[in-house]
């Protein structure tokens, strides 16, 4: 089998992400601008490329002035970096179960590797046709490791924000069309 292409379904996918808050609650938010690729031979996934792209600007905490202080210099730095991208590379388990996905994720400027545990949700047509295949992953990284180091202390103790993000994303991913040659009937 060679390898085939599949686009991630941006009306049908979703990052989010969450951290602890003044260390007694959580906030959660999305990035609403995901947009990327998978190329795979699934009887040899040893050669996989995974290649996702996040808009910054598109983050969406439901609070606008806390929205436009993460796209700033303290926190991501939309107009320096204004993407995420994350370029898997292999995968450990069975793909059409449970497995781990390894990477490498770029965040304001610096790359790490990054492991996410991922699930198959389903496989099937849709009804115009098109193959799709869903999947949810789910991970943790340190922001500091990434350099975004902004924080507060509290009076109480403690910190503004924490340190540990944990992400999680529902994938849906769409069979590439292979395009017909001009004049092929």
């Not at 995420?84 to 781990?100: N, R, V």
């Amino acid at each position: 089998m060679a390898a085939e292409r599949w686009n991630i379904d941006p009306a049908h996918s979703h990052v989010e992400f969450s951290v602890r808050h003044l260390m007694i609650s959580t906030v959660k938010g999305t990035f609403k601008d995901v947009t990327g690729t998978v190329v795979a031979d699934e009887s040899d996934l040893s050669a996989v490329s995974i290649d996702v792209t996040i808009q910054v600007a598109s983050i969406d905490t439901r609070q606008p002035d806390r929205d436009t202080h993460l796209k700033s210099p303290d926190f991501f730095d939309a107009a320096k970096y204004p993407t995420i991208t994350y370029k898997g590379t292999h995968i450990k388990g069975d793909h059409m179960s449970e497995f781990q996905l390894h990477g490498n994720l770029t965040m304001h400027g610096v790359t790490k590797p990054v492991a996410l545990d991922v699930t198959a949700e389903g496989r099937g047509k849709d009804p115009w046709g098109n193959e799709r295949i869903g999947y949810s992953a789910s991970g943790k990284i340190d922001r500091r490791d990434f350099g975004l180091t902004w924080n507060q202390a509290l009076e109480t103790g403690g910190v503004a924000v924490g340190h540990e993000v944990k992400i999680h994303i529902d994938l849906e991913i769409v069979k590439a069309v292979a395009e017909q040659p001009v004049g092929a009937a």
